[in-house]
């Protein structure tokens, strides 16, 4: 079965410092690969999303992530963090059909803490 | 920049009775989902919905679910006869191209 393993639930990181978000996925194919993240009352924001080609994408807020096939791995990354970073990050994949749309899997989250 | 909106933010019911979750999707968008997230747990796939008709339910997705497009517009989630394990967040989604699915701010529904 398709699943989305976050190993970290809570990470805390001092502002300035670097982050690393890691997702590792199950899959028979390469899927298509989303980071989303959410603050504290909002929905779900994308970050950044994989589906072929480059395998390092950039995203929104200065965030990128490598997708490593041998790895099965998607991990997320922030050269330097910032307070207003600290939420809830979710990496999600969705299968690769052709002809749909299909729908997200999500893995459990990881909740990101920011000291000053 | 476009969003989908949810209505209301919170929702707070008896259990047994009937609720309806509303969405307005973005409007150019074709696809439209629900998710839900349980307080700690994962986001979970609830339904999908393209043209006028469901294109996929999971298990959680029973016969008390059902959605519906009454205008061309609203995008909406019926629980017939709600249960304490429906408690969770709601969230709506949409996407046009690309599997970009863009999320609503969800719902909090609380039954008691």
């Known amino acids: 079965a398709q699943s989305v393993t976050q190993p970290d639930i809570h990470i805390t990181v001092s502002e300035g410092a670097s982050l690393e978000l890691r997702c590792n996925y199950s899959y028979g194919a390469t899927p298509y690969l989303f980071w989303y993240v959410q603050s504290p009352g909002q929905g779900l924001q994308l970050l950044l999303k994989y589906f072929s080609g480059d395998t390092l994408v950039q995203g929104i807020k200065g965030f990128e992530a490598e997708f490593k096939r041998s790895q099965s791995s998607f991990n997320l990354r922030r050269p330097s963090v910032h307070w207003s970073d600290a939420a809830e990050y979710f990496c999600?994949?969705?299968?690769?059909?052709?002809?749909?749309?299909?729908?997200?899997?999500f893995g459990a989250g990881t909740r990101l803490a920011v000291h000053p | 920049e476009p969003e989908v909106t949810q209505t209301p933010s919170h929702q707070v019911t008896q259990m047994g009775q009937e609720v309806i979750l509303r969405c307005v999707p973005i409007?150019?968008?074709?696809?439209f989902y629900w998710y839900r997230q349980i307080l700690g747990q994962k986001v979970e796939f609830l339904v999908s919905f393209y043209n006028n008709e469901i294109s996929e339910k999971s298990e959680i997705f029973d016969d008390q679910f059902s959605v519906e497009r009454p205008d061309g517009s609203n995008f909406t989630l019926k629980i017939r006869s709600t249960k304490l394990e429906d408690s969770a967040m709601y969230f709506c989604?949409?996407?046009?191209?690309?599997?970009?699915?863009?999320f609503g701010p969800g719902t909090r529904l609380t039954v008691t």
């Open positions: 409007s150019n968008h074709l696809y």
């Open positions: 989604a949409s996407v046009v191209v690309s599997y970009e699915q863009y």
């Open positions: 999600a994949v969705a299968p690769m059909f052709s002809g749909g749309y299909n729908k997200l899997i």
